[in-house]
């Protein structure tokens, strides 16, 4: 199973303020740990909403509004994809994300993410096969 971790965005992030040299460490000890024990298929920090734009599709045709967004509690500033059993081994580690200094009040989120099973007849056939061949093409 996949699991995503979904760090929040803060005023912090939003301003574009990097880590102490204390926390990158953290970050990355916690990240190593876990890679022991989960499969890390991914990860990264995202640019403050400002440097990003949003596109939504009213009645069809594609409207892009240049950042930054007012709701910083909805924004993302970074993620972990991993491969856990089952929901329990995620959050074992989901909650011992390093809260120091700066991190202090951060707020995270655990998704699963689907799998072409999840879909049922959906995904069969050769649409499963092309899907199949799209994501191994990354």
Not at 2 to 31: C, K, N, W
Not at 61 to 73: H, N, Q, R, S
Not at 84 to 109: F, K
Request: aromatic share 8%; proline share 4%; net charge negative.
């Amino acid at each position: 199973m996949r699991f995503m971790l979904i760090r929040h965005a803060d005023e912090a992030t939003e301003a574009g303020v990097m880590p102490s040299r204390e926390l990158a460490q953290a970050m990355i000890d916690y990240h190593e740990e876990m890679g022991r024990h989960l499969k890390i298929l991914g990860g990264d920090g995202l640019h403050p909403s400002r440097r990003g734009k949003r596109i939504s599709f009213p009645d069809g045709k594609p409207l892009i509004v240049d950042g930054p967004f007012a709701e910083t509690k909805e924004l993302i500033a970074g993620y972990t994809l991993v491969e856990a059993g089952d929901w329990d081994e995620v959050m074992a580690w989901a909650v011992r994300w390093p809260c120091i200094l700066e991190e202090a009040n951060v707020t995270l989120e655990v998704r699963q993410v689907y799998e072409l099973e999840d879909f049922g007849e959906v995904f069969t056939g050769e649409l499963k096969e092309q899907a199949e061949r799209v994501m191994k093409s990354e």
